[in-house]
């Protein structure tokens, strides 16, 4: 039986959307019963989380965290040890010194376009290091691996971009919302009485929320911006100190799947003004909490949302406007046939199908 080694180190709700894709793809091959012996490498930290969960699998604890130096060293001592056929990076940080073969999901280049000290939590002094070492890294990851997963065709455009390598070698397995989100859960939340949108993700300058806020400020309705609580967190909260605009926007932390779809549900749409996104997983959460979507029309956002969202150029204040606007003037049963055609719409994704393209790389790759 072939043996096969899944990096899980990102597992858990603090790596936001890279936490959501290894908990989820996990999950779901688990329920595919594989026909390959696979070990799940962990943070001993997290061992709890795992135990009684995939009783099928293996567990391999390391030290090591995610962008460490020690990576470097550990994980390729750990993966000499267990000697698998096939290693499964579930993101581009890639050990150099790993040398039998691996597969790695490239989730975006966005660090390729976005950068700048606004973009890092570094110093002048240590940013561009940093930077150079993700070069390095993606780089050996996309060339040296056996095949490359996106969970979009504009990530795969964007990868070929710039690397010279087959278009074969690439396989897009997009993303799906979580099926809690499908159907009501227990939740002790209150949603916000007043009229808002809502945006969820992170609050890097790629973004773009500072569109929304200044549009926001010209309408009679609020924004909830659920983010997690880093260094873009605490500069988010600076600029809305600097607009004036704290009476019409409400940051929320940390928020559980049940509190999050209560919110998605109660809003008057979720909102995204990105210039970057590989895939823009919260789009399809909230179309599955049946409220609308309405999107940014740049990377891969009209890919994965189609015509179940409502799209402008978010680089124009005036196009924002006008969005928010057709959606605050939706009659009760146009909104309706739109929340509709989103339920539809994000149906059409599954984890179950990703697990199964991601089972059929792992074959392609034994027999190459």
Same mark, same amino acid.
């Given at each position: 039986?072939?043996?096969?080694?899944?990096?899980?180190?990102?597992?858990?709700?603090?790596?936001?959307?890279?936490?959501?894709?290894?908990?989820?793809?996990?999950?779901?091959?688990?329920?595919?019963?594989?026909?390959?012996?696979?070990?799940?490498?962990?943070?001993?930290?997290?061992?709890?989380?795992?135990?009684?969960?995939?009783?099928?699998?293996?567990?391999?604890?390391?030290?090591?965290?995610?962008?460490?130096?020690?990576?470097?060293?550990?994980?390729?001592?750990?993966?000499?040890?267990?000697?698998?056929?096939?290693?499964?990076?579930?993101?581009?940080?890639?050990?150099?010194?790993?040398?039998?073969?691996?597969?790695?999901? #490239?989730?975006?280049?966005? /660090?390729?376009?976005? &950068?700048?000290?606004?973009? $890092?939590? !570094?110093?002048? *002094?240590?940013?561009? %290091?940093?930077?150079?070492?993700?070069?390095?890294?993606?780089?050996?990851?996309?060339?040296?691996?056996?095949?490359?997963?996106?969970?979009?065709?504009?990530?795969?455009?964007?990868?070929?971009?710039?690397?010279?390598?087959?278009?074969?070698?690439?396989?897009?397995?997009?993303?799906?919302?979580?099926?809690?989100?499908?159907?009501?859960?227990?939740?002790?939340?209150?949603?916000?009485?007043?009229?808002?949108?809502?945006?969820?993700?992170?609050?890097?300058?790629?973004?773009?929320?500072?569109?929304? #806020?200044?549009?926001?400020? /010209?309408?009679?309705? &609020?924004?909830?911006?659920? $983010?997690? !609580?880093?260094? *873009?967190?605490?500069? %988010?909260?600076?600029?809305?100190?600097?607009?004036?605009?704290?009476?019409?926007?409400?940051?929320?932390?940390?928020?559980?799947?049940?509190?999050?779809?209560?919110?998605?549900?109660?809003?008057?749409?979720?909102?995204?003004?990105?210039?970057?996104?590989?895939?823009?997983?919260?789009?399809?959460?909230?179309?599955?909490?049946?409220?609308?979507?309405?999107?940014?029309?740049?990377?891969?956002?009209?890919?994965?949302?189609?015509?179940?969202?409502?799209?402008?150029?978010?680089?124009?204040?005036?196009? #924002?406007?006008?969005?928010? /606007?057709?959606?605050?003037?939706?009659?009760?049963?146009?909104?309706?046939?739109?929340?509709?055609?989103? %339920?539809?719409?994000?149906?059409?994704?599954?984890?179950?199908?990703?697990?199964?393209?991601?089972?059929?790389?792992?074959?392609?790759?034994?027999?190459?």
């Amino acid at each position: 039986m072939k043996r096969i080694v899944i990096d899980c180190r990102f597992w858990g709700p603090s790596h936001t959307g890279l936490g959501r894709y290894t908990e989820s793809l996990v999950a779901a091959i688990y329920k595919q019963k594989p026909d390959f012996d696979i070990y799940l490498l962990i943070n001993s930290s997290k061992k709890h989380l795992f135990y009684k969960k995939f009783p099928r699998f293996k567990l391999v604890l390391c030290k090591s965290r995610p962008y460490s130096v020690s990576e470097q060293l550990e994980i390729p001592k750990i993966l000499k040890k267990i000697n698998p056929d096939l290693t499964h990076f579930l993101h581009f940080n890639v050990p150099i010194f790993h040398k039998k073969p691996f597969i790695v999901t #490239i989730h975006d280049l966005i /660090k390729h376009h976005s &950068k700048g000290l606004e973009t $890092t939590t !570094r110093t002048i *002094f240590t940013y561009p %290091l940093k930077r150079l070492g993700y070069f390095f890294t993606i780089k050996h990851a996309v060339l040296n691996s056996q095949a490359v997963l996106t969970p979009s065709n504009w990530v795969k455009k964007d990868i070929l971009s710039f690397y010279q390598i087959s278009p074969k070698k690439i396989t897009v397995t997009p993303e799906a919302a979580a099926s809690n989100y499908l159907k009501s859960g227990k939740s002790s939340l209150n949603p916000p009485k007043y009229p808002y949108l809502i945006y969820v993700g992170n609050a890097y300058p790629h973004k773009n929320l500072l569109q929304l #806020i200044k549009v926001i400020k /010209k309408i009679p309705i &609020k924004l909830v911006i659920v $983010t997690g !609580r880093d260094v *873009f967190y605490r500069r %988010l909260r600076q600029t809305i100190r600097k607009l004036k605009a704290q009476s019409v926007v409400k940051i929320k932390g940390f928020t559980k799947d049940a509190d999050l779809r209560v919110l998605y549900q109660h809003s008057l749409a979720f909102i995204t003004a990105s210039l970057l996104e590989g895939f823009g997983l919260p789009g399809l959460e909230a179309m599955a909490s049946q409220t609308l979507v309405l999107s940014s029309n740049q990377a891969s956002l009209p890919e994965v949302y189609g015509k179940a969202a409502s799209y402008f150029n978010p680089n124009n204040l005036d196009e #924002i406007e006008k969005q928010i /606007k057709k959606a605050i003037n939706l009659s009760e049963s146009q909104r309706q046939l739109k929340i509709n055609q989103g %339920l539809k719409h994000v149906q059409s994704f599954s984890w179950e199908k990703t697990a199964e393209k991601t089972l059929k790389v792992y074959e392609n790759c034994f027999s190459l």
